[in-house]
């Protein structure tokens, strides 16, 4: 859940965000944030919930993470069949291409 976050946070409201941030960054309890903004642990039991659903469905129809954990293992691939022997400055492409991410 923490990477399906990192992807598609910015396509939350501030409110899930802070919820999500709250649960799953900083290891908050429901009853922790149900205090922190005055409503029922129940309430942000179910934003949660919905949230979380939120983003598999984001995954599920643009795939950012599916696709980010393909380019990593293409990538740690291309450097294993690099090895040592090749050109610094086909290494230092590389890198640059990874930082992307």
Not at 17 to 40: C, H, K, N, P, T
Not at 72 to 93: A, T
């Amino acid at each position: 859940m923490n990477y399906l976050y990192d992807f598609y946070q910015s396509l939350l409201t501030p409110k899930q965000r802070s919820y999500m941030s709250l649960y799953y960054l900083d290891d908050f309890s429901l009853g922790e944030i149900a205090e922190e903004y005055g409503v029922s642990r129940q309430a942000v039991y179910d934003n949660i919930k919905r949230t979380e659903q939120m983003l598999e469905e984001y995954e599920k129809k643009l795939g950012l993470f599916e696709k980010f954990q393909a380019r990593k293992q293409i990538f740690q691939s291309m450097r294993e069949i690099l090895g040592d022997s090749v050109d610094p400055e086909l290494l230092r492409l590389l890198d640059a291409l990874e930082k992307l991410e």
